[in-house]
């Protein structure tokens, strides 16, 4: 069964500083990987989406990254703002038989950007 | 508009009452999730459907239904709501991967926060 690990589970940085976060998975048999940000009692948006034939995207001061081989995403986000603070999550497209279709999240990355 | 649209946004209600969340969606998705939102458990998916005559029982389907009216619409029920039920409830689409051209992007509603007391 696929499984998403976000590490770290918060994190918090001084404004204007690089973020990094990461998204692990257990089957390289994934369609997409796409990350997400969440604000307190709200949706999801979508952030960026990688295909599985891709190795990155970007989108303004955000870069996604995708290496199956080594079941990894990592999401970058420059030259953070107070703004940034959110919850990020990222989810797998599962392609493998039992779970084909399904997308699994992981469980996200709290972060706060301090002035 | 939005692509995925919930209704209720909120609800609050009983212990033991029938309770029906809606979803519509302007995608043109065959596609359709619904999550459930727990506090430092993430997204887990309750129930799936891959077209109207498909559904799924997702990773914790127990004391949900659904119905899939057409391809633009999924409801959730709890046939007799209890308060471990409480949670915030996404519906969510997706084209994945139905043709060639598909990126399987995900399509998130705005959620509905239920209270059972």
């Known amino acids: 069964k696929q499984e998403v690990t976000q590490i770290p589970a918060a994190l918090s940085v001084p404004e204007g500083e690089n973020l990094v976060l990461n998204c692990s998975f257990t089957d390289s048999a994934i369609y997409n990987l796409q990350w997400f940000r969440q604000d307190p009692g709200k949706g999801l948006t979508s952030l960026l989406l990688?295909?599985?034939?891709?190795r990155e995207q970007t989108s303004g001061r955000l870069n996604a990254s995708l290496d199956k081989s080594s079941g990894r995403s990592t999401l970058y986000i420059a030259a953070s703002q107070p703004g940034d603070s959110a919850t990020y999550l990222c989810?797998?497209?599962?392609?493998?038989?039992?779970?084909?279709?399904?997308?699994?999240f992981g469980a996200g990355t709290q972060v706060v950007v301090t002035p | 508009d939005a692509d995925v649209t919930q209704t209720p946004r909120n609800r609050i209600t009983k212990t033991g009452k029938r309770i029906m969340l809606e979803c519509s969606q302007t995608k043109g998705h065959d596609r359709m999730y619904w999550y459930r939102q727990d506090p430092g458990l993430g997204l887990r998916l309750i129930y799936y459907s891959f077209d109207v005559k498909d559904i799924n029982k997702g990773e914790i389907s127990d004391g949900y239904s659904v119905s899939r009216q057409a391809q633009a619409k999924f409801s959730l029920s709890l046939e007799s709501a209890i308060p471990n039920q409480t949670a915030l409830y996404f519906c969510?689409?997706?084209?994945?991967?139905?043709?060639?051209?598909?990126?399987?992007?995900?399509?998130f509603g705005e959620g509905s926060r239920l209270t059972v007391l």
């Open positions: 990688i295909q599985s034939s891709q």
């Open positions: 969510a689409t997706s084209d994945f991967p139905r043709r060639e051209a598909s990126t399987g992007e995900l399509f």
């Open positions: 989810a797998a497209g599962d392609m493998t038989t039992d779970s084909w279709g399904k997308f699994q």
